[in-house]
């Protein structure tokens, strides 16, 4: 038996040998070996994660790269980015003296054990955004300095989100001698651990329990010999699960009871026998911990309480042992291979060995040990306000526990954790808030920490038990309105949320800024305000609050609301307050504020067609919900970016965006419905009509008049019905939407359903009906500010004037809708229309009038990849002699040797220098996404550098696709 590599001698029972691993440890070294990339390692806790990349550090493959790495651990701090700095501190022997910017600087206050290799700490910036850019520009540059080295961050699934941000932001555009390798646990992983490496892994591992004959080789390795019996490797299998921490464990007892006679390559019955003990590696971790002198037993525990890897004189004022007994005992404990000394001090060697020892303290003592723990920690600087609320709770000093992890929930909100800070507020409101003025305190601030979280499934329940209690006026306002804005976020009893903002209306007298919120989201989502005149009134009335208000920012972040309700309605002043925003922010995100506010105006711009203004508006607010470091923020603007796309016909790499957003969008049912809209398109175009409607009718069926997600969901659904041939299913889905418009308010996002709905009325001989909706729409065209309803209004006239026996008619809206979406870069539209013409002019027997408009449809629909349009215009084209591109057959398009479009147009602006983050914001995809278009353009082009690209574009002028621009760009 031997120990793990690096590690004491005789702390552990090992297997020399990496056992069923072999495949796995490859994809890790050639991941390492070519940087810059990601590896990551996931699999459940005693898989054999820490174990694999132990054998990549020593792999003679990698011995001129440097690792450096980090932990991440349970309890987790206000304090961010632990695990990174962890990685920086070990680097401290290869860091170039003199040769780091002044920007490292500002991790001088980070790493005080690096102070003389860092620059001197620059002068504070005054914006905590801008200080934490700083900092990760500062962290980027320090690793970068230490080249070649992998990064290695372990147990990512106990991450905080400071690192997280970390990790996006230098993920975005890696350092080209940088490797990256995380591990977390499977089933205990956030999505948005999931979701960091994305495109830019180079290997991904999934470790899957080892099998009968892998246990059998372990088992073998572990005791130096050349096999066990397959009863043994059997019976051992089924007993720990394939689990290579808990064979391991069963061998070490196995060992410690003396029954590892072999006879043969046999074990004797005697030994199988031996091994009916309970199966959870608990009972292993027990026993052995049993056989320990009482010092070394009050050590181990007290390392278990503190619940991550300890310092000595913090385990000796837990366990309160002398000096010698520390020693001799951590020692003992060592010997035995329950703990291990490494870095950030002494710890179990495995978190399933803390958690054994620590439910096996009985309870006084237990609570006793956390006593003495929350007193040490207390002592500690900085203050470890995480920790400390710990130990007081489970020392059953609640009211203490209480108090301070609302502390710490301060501390993590000031630094924008609002995850962290959620859950501590939580936790307390749901444990140790009885007294209904600290309920509604910590309710409140709960309130406002969700409004940025990602997941608050469970919270509006809890904030509505504290509504029932007696709670002062403000209070009880700021709390209305509070729920009232997480109701409208999870789309959840509307309306509820509609009185409690108009009576939280009531209650805020005094506060202005909350008055004004309130009444926007009242505007934007009140069923009583049934005219657009008055959800106006609302509208001004709040932005006639501004001036008592008095802070710049708000005033940005509701200029915004009240913009992008503007743009929703059609009302032409949307332009005016955008104009304030822009002048206030310098055309800059600043500020989540900021970001918010472009974020608002740029997404209901992109639904009724100022594309334009979309895409630059959506740029700024990506910009700068990433550079707040704002989570929740980011995926919604993203959201809106797949939208925007799906409506310009920007279709390459959209699927697997929209493929990617659902884990980023847990508990915001409103972008999950625009991600299924857009998703149930793409999926029409591919011709998967049942994921279609699988994907659509959720969305159709909630018939929101002024949901944009309803109105693309209720288009798309209609053409699925009447391609299934279902009249009577599309025609269900035109009532029920046309009834849901209400007399008085017609919505400029209706317009974007408007030429199905018609499309579908005609089919089923209600033409009459068509041409009233037609001329409702008309009449509700005038004064507003809609740029696709002129489009949309000519595409559905020609569906009338084709049902009114006038093809030729007919023709010329189709046309003329296409010259307007040409305008708007609305390809699909225009495509769809030209098809429509094309049909309208056989009709009209004037077929040699067909080419030009059916050639760009076709040519739009296969470079878009819509196989299932471009299957049915070809069929037309081929009884008139139009030629037809040729058929791709399953799964999405491919371009062989030559580049895409995207890929092109990737590789063009990072030979300009741009980093994959400025192509990521100019292109309005994710930075990983520019990363895949970027490495398989340069691997076309054989080329290994930015820098050859420009030298090599110019003479790749073969492009995948139409070498043409589509007719309409």
């Given at each position: 038996?031997?120990?793990l590599?690096g590690?004491?001698?005789?702390t552990?029972?090992?297997?020399?040998?990496?056992?069923?691993?072999?495949?796995?440890?490859?994809?890790?070294?050639s991941?390492?070996?070519?940087?810059p990339?990601?590896?990551?390692?996931?699999?459940?806790?005693?898989?054999?994660?820490?174990?694999?990349?132990?054998e990549?550090?020593?792999?003679?493959?990698?011995?001129?790269?440097?690792?450096?790495g980090?932990?991440?651990?349970?309890?987790?701090?206000?304090?961010p980015?632990?695990?990174?700095?962890e990685?920086?501190?070990?680097?401290?022997?290869?860091l170039?003296?003199?040769?780091?910017?002044?920007?490292?600087?500002?991790l001088?206050?980070l790493?005080p054990?690096?102070a003389?290799?860092?620059?001197?700490?620059?002068?504070?910036?005054?914006?905590?955004?801008?200080?934490r850019?700083r900092?990760?520009?500062?962290l980027?540059?320090?690793?970068?300095s230490?080249?070649?080295v992998?990064?290695v961050?372990?147990?990512l699934?106990?991450?905080?989100?400071?690192?997280?941000?970390?990790?996006?932001?230098?993920?975005?555009d890696?350092?080209?001698s940088?490797?990256?390798?995380i591990t977390?646990?499977s089933?205990?992983?956030?999505p948005?651990?999931?979701?960091?490496p994305a495109?830019a892994?180079?290997?991904?591992?999934?470790l899957?329990?080892?099998?009968?004959?892998?246990?059998g080789?372990?088992?073998?390795?572990?005791v130096?010999?050349e096999?066990?019996?397959?009863?043994f490797?059997?019976?051992?299998?089924?007993?720990?699960?394939?689990l290579p921490?808990?064979?391991e464990?069963?061998?070490a007892?196995?060992?410690?009871r003396?029954v590892?006679?072999?006879r043969?390559?046999?074990?004797?019955r005697?030994t199988?026998?031996?091994?009916?003990?309970?199966?959870?590696?608990r009972?292993?971790?027990?026993?052995r911990a049993?056989r320990?002198?009482?010092?070394?037993?009050?050590m181990m525990?007290?390392?278990?309480?503190l619940?991550h890897?300890?310092?000595?004189?913090?385990?000796?004022?837990?366990s309160?042992r002398?000096?010698a007994?520390?020693?001799?005992g951590l020692?003992q404990a060592?010997?035995?291979?329950?703990?291990v000394?490494?870095?950030?001090?002494m710890?179990f060697?495995?978190?399933?060995?803390?958690?054994?020892?620590?439910?096996?303290?009985?309870?006084?003592r237990?609570?006793?040990?956390?006593?003495?723990a929350?007193a040490?920690?207390?002592?500690r600087?900085?203050?470890?306000l995480?920790?400390?609320a710990?130990h007081?709770?489970?020392?059953?000093?609640l009211?203490?526990?209480a108090a301070?992890a609302?502390?710490?929930?301060d501390q993590?909100?000031?630094?924008?954790?609002?995850?962290?800070?959620?859950?501590l507020l939580?936790?307390i409101?749901?444990?140790?808030?009885?007294?209904?003025?600290?309920?509604?305190?910590?309710?409140?601030?709960?309130?406002?920490a969700?409004?940025e979280?990602?997941r608050?499934a469970?919270l509006?329940?809890l904030?509505?038990?504290?509504?029932?209690?007696?709670?002062p006026?403000?209070?009880r306002g700021?709390?209305?309105?509070?729920l009232?804005?997480?109701?409208?976020r999870?789309?959840?009893?509307?309306?509820r949320?509609?009185?409690?903002?108009r009576?939280a209306?009531?209650?805020l007298d005094?506060?202005?800024?909350?008055?004004?919120?309130a009444?926007?989201?009242?505007?934007?989502?009140?069923s009583?305000p049934?005219s657009?005149a008055?959800?106006?009134q609302?509208?001004?009335?709040?932005?006639?609050?501004?001036?008592?208000?008095g802070d710049?920012?708000?005033e940005v972040?509701?200029?915004?609301?009240?913009a992008?309700?503007?743009v929703?309605m059609g009302?032409?002043?949307?332009?005016?307050?955008?104009?304030?925003i822009?002048?206030q922010?310098?055309?800059e995100a600043?500020?989540?504020?900021?970001?918010n506010a472009?974020?608002?105006?740029?997404?209901?711009a992109?639904f009724v067609?100022h594309?334009q203004?979309?895409?630059?508006l959506?740029k700024t607010?990506?910009v700068?919900a990433?550079?707040?470091g704002?989570?929740?923020?980011?995926?919604?603007?993203?959201?809106?970016?797949a939208?925007?796309?799906y409506?310009?016909?920007?279709w390459?790499?959209?699927?697997?965006?929209?493929?990617a957003?659902?884990e980023?969008?847990t508990?915001?049912?409103?972008?999950?419905?625009?991600?299924?809209?857009?998703?149930?398109?793409l999926?029409?175009?591919?011709?998967?009509?049942?994921?279609?409607?699988?994907?659509?009718?959720p969305?159709a069926?909630r018939?929101?008049a002024s949901?944009f997600?309803?109105?693309?969901?209720?288009?798309?659904?209609v053409?699925?019905?009447?391609a299934?041939?279902?009249?009577?299913?599309a025609?269900?889905?035109?009532?029920?939407?046309l009834?849901?418009?209400?007399p008085?308010m017609?919505?400029?996002v209706?317009?974007?359903?408007?030429p199905?709905l018609?499309?579908?009325l005609t089919?089923?001989?209600s033409v009459?009906?068509?041409?009233?909706?037609?001329?409702r729409h008309a009449r509700?065209?005038?004064?507003i500010?809609?740029?696709?309803a002129?489009?949309?209004?000519?595409?559905a006239q020609?569906?009338v004037a084709?049902?009114?026996?006038a093809?030729d008619?007919?023709?010329?809206?189709f046309?003329?809708?296409a010259l307007?979406y040409?305008?708007?870069?609305?390809r699909?539209?225009?495509a769809?229309?030209?098809?429509?013409?094309?049909?309208a002019?056989v009709a009209?027997?004037?077929?040699?009038?067909?080419a030009?408009?059916l050639a760009?449809?076709?040519?739009?629909?296969e470079?878009?990849g819509?196989?299932?349009?471009?299957a049915?215009a070809a069929?037309i084209?081929?009884?008139?002699?139009?030629?037809?591109?040729?058929?791709?057959?399953g799964?999405h398009?491919?371009?062989g040797?030559a580049?895409?479009?995207?890929?092109?147009?990737?590789?063009?602006?990072a030979?300009?220098?741009?980093t994959?983050?400025?192509?990521?914001?100019?292109l309005?995809?994710?930075a990983?996404?520019?990363?895949?278009?970027l490495?398989?353009?340069?691997r076309?082009?054989?080329?290994q550098s930015?820098a050859?690209?420009a030298h090599?574009?110019?003479h790749?002028?073969e492009?995948?696709g139409?070498?043409?621009?589509?007719?309409?760009?």
């Open positions: 038996m031997t120990a590599p590690s004491p001698a005789g552990r029972v090992v297997s020399p040998a990496l056992v069923g691993r072999s495949h796995e440890l490859e994809l890790l070294v991941a390492v070996a070519t940087p990339g990601v590896a990551v390692v996931e699999g459940e806790a005693g898989i054999g994660k820490t174990r694999l990349i132990a990549l550090r020593g792999h003679p493959r990698l011995a001129g790269r440097r690792f450096a980090g932990y991440c651990h349970p309890i987790r701090e206000p304090f980015l632990g695990p990174v700095l990685a920086a501190r070990s680097l401290r022997e290869h170039p003296p003199d040769r780091l910017s002044p920007v490292a600087g500002a001088q206050p790493l054990e690096l003389d290799r860092l620059p001197p700490r620059p002068e504070p910036l005054g914006n905590r955004v801008a200080e850019h900092v990760f520009r500062g980027v540059e320090l690793l970068e230490a080249s070649p992998t990064v961050l372990e147990d699934h106990w991450a905080d989100e400071h690192t997280l941000d970390f990790l996006r932001y230098l993920l975005r890696p350092p080209g940088l490797s990256l390798v977390f646990r089933e205990e992983v956030d948005a651990v999931r979701a960091l495109t892994t180079r290997a991904h591992v999934v899957p329990p080892l099998d009968l004959h892998q246990t080789q372990l088992a073998a390795a572990i130096s010999t096999c066990v019996s397959d009863d490797a059997a019976y051992l299998c089924e007993r720990t699960g394939g921490f808990a064979i464990e069963v061998m007892l196995l060992q410690e003396g590892m006679a072999l043969g390559h046999r074990w004797p005697r199988l026998d031996e091994l009916a003990v309970p199966t959870a590696v009972d292993h971790v027990l026993e049993g320990l002198p009482a010092p070394a037993r009050s525990e007290a390392v278990a309480v619940q890897p300890a310092p000595e004189d913090l385990i000796a004022a837990v309160r002398s000096p007994e520390l020693a001799s020692s060592m010997e035995f291979g329950l703990l000394d490494g870095s950030d001090g710890g060697r495995h978190a399933l060995a803390a958690q054994a020892v620590y439910h096996d303290i009985p309870g006084p237990r609570r006793e040990l956390h006593n003495r929350a040490a920690v207390r002592e600087a900085p203050e470890l995480g920790q400390l710990h007081l709770r489970h020392a059953g000093r009211d203490e526990w301070t609302e502390r710490a929930a993590a909100d000031a630094l924008g954790n609002y995850d962290e800070a959620g859950r939580e936790d409101l749901r444990h140790r808030a009885a007294d209904p003025a600290v309920a509604g305190r910590v309710a409140v601030k709960l309130g406002w969700a409004i979280m990602v608050i469970q509006p329940e904030l509505s038990q504290v509504l029932e209690l007696d709670l006026r403000p209070v700021e709390l209305r309105y509070l009232g804005a997480l109701l409208d999870t789309s959840l009893e509307p309306a949320m509609d009185r409690l903002l009576h209306i009531q209650d005094d506060r202005p800024d909350l008055r004004a919120r009444m926007v989201a009242l505007a934007m989502r009140g009583a049934d657009f008055r959800r106006k609302l509208l001004d009335r709040a932005l006639a609050t501004l001036p008592a208000i710049p920012a708000f972040f509701l200029l915004g609301k009240v992008g309700m503007l929703d009302d032409q002043q949307w332009r005016e307050l955008l104009d304030r822009e002048t922010t310098g055309g600043r500020h989540r504020y900021h970001a472009y974020s608002s105006v740029g997404a209901t992109s067609g594309h203004s979309a895409a630059r959506l607010a990506l700068g990433g550079g707040c704002n989570r929740r923020l980011e995926a919604t603007v993203r959201t809106s970016l939208v925007l796309d409506c310009r016909g920007a390459d790499g959209l699927a697997e965006e929209v493929a957003l659902p980023e969008l508990d915001h049912p409103r972008c999950l419905q625009l991600v299924d809209a857009v998703a149930g398109g999926a029409l175009a591919r011709g998967d009509l049942a994921a279609s409607a699988g994907r659509l009718a969305v069926d018939m929101e949901s997600s309803v109105a693309l969901a209720v288009a798309t659904l053409r699925v019905e009447l299934r041939g279902d009249l009577g299913a025609l269900t889905a035109t009532d029920r939407y009834a849901g418009q209400g008085d017609l919505w400029p209706s317009f974007r359903a408007l199905w018609v499309e579908a089919a089923a001989g009459a009906q068509a041409r009233t909706v037609v001329f509700g065209l005038r004064g500010a809609a740029p696709l002129p489009a949309a209004l000519r595409h020609g569906f084709a049902a009114d026996g093809p008619r007919a023709a010329g809206y046309l003329a809708a307007r040409d305008r708007l870069h609305s699909y539209e225009a769809q229309a030209r098809e429509h013409a094309a049909r002019l009209a027997g004037q077929p040699e009038r067909v030009e408009p760009a449809a076709l040519a739009t629909y470079r878009l819509a196989r299932w349009d471009l049915r069929r084209a081929r009884l008139h002699g139009v030629s037809v591109p040729a058929r791709h057959r799964g398009r491919g371009y040797t580049l895409s479009p995207r890929e092109r147009e990737v590789a063009e602006l030979a300009t220098g741009r994959n983050k400025e192509i990521a914001a100019e309005f995809l994710s990983e996404t520019v990363k895949k278009h490495q398989a353009g340069m076309k082009l054989g080329v930015r050859a690209l090599r574009l110019p790749a002028t492009v995948a139409v070498s043409s621009t589509p007719f309409g760009e």
